[in-house]
């Protein structure tokens, strides 16, 4: 894992947190907003799943810190529009006899990029 990582080592964090990974909807919903932010519809569509149920999951998945909202637009109408987007980039498990872990890379470094970026401009 690089210096971008989260460690979870708490049984009692880390368990809740695998549970809603191996989940197979979890799954195709993190690789679905990994590299681009969606709306729950796209996301929906993309995975062929039913819009509450893609909600239902969404709302979890924000819950336990896994997803967050990136973006909201406006759409023609007025409507609220927003953009969901996985905070890992990849996860890696470690099972002992004393211990579960879980080591998360995040997916941030392109806001990050776009954080110094900003400071940068700023500065002149």
Same mark, same amino acid.
């Given at each position: 894992?690089?210096?971008?990582?989260?460690?979870?080592?708490?049984?009692?964090?880390?368990?809740?947190?695998? &549970?809603?990974?191996?989940?197979? !909807?979890?799954?195709?919903?993190i690789?679905?907003? /990994?590299?681009?932010?969606?709306?729950?519809?796209?996301?929906? %569509?993309?995975?062929?799943?039913?819009?509450?149920?893609?909600?239902?999951?969404?709302?979890?998945? &924000?819950? %336990?810190?896994?997803?967050?909202? +990136? #973006? /909201?637009?406006?759409?023609? #109408?007025? #409507?609220? %529009?927003?953009?969901?987007?996985?905070?890992?980039?990849?996860? +890696?498990?470690?099972?002992?006899?004393d211990?579960?872990?879980? &080591?998360? +890379?995040?997916?941030? !470094?392109?806001?990050?990029?776009?954080?110094?970026?900003?400071?940068? &401009?700023?500065?002149?």
């Amino acid at each position: 894992m690089t210096m971008n990582a989260l460690t979870f080592d708490s049984h009692a964090t880390a368990m809740p947190l695998l &549970q809603e990974l191996v989940d197979g !909807i979890s799954y195709r919903l993190i690789m679905s907003t /990994i590299d681009t932010p969606k709306t729950a519809a796209q996301v929906s %569509v993309e995975n062929n799943l039913p819009l509450s149920s893609t909600y239902k999951k969404i709302k979890k998945l &924000q819950d %336990v810190g896994i997803l967050f909202i +990136e #973006k /909201i637009e406006l759409d023609g #109408k007025g #409507k609220k %529009v927003v953009y969901y987007r996985s905070r890992i980039k990849s996860m +890696e498990f470690n099972l002992s006899r004393d211990q579960i872990l879980l &080591q998360f +890379e995040k997916n941030d !470094i392109h806001m990050s990029a776009l954080v110094n970026a900003m400071k940068q &401009q700023a500065t002149f």
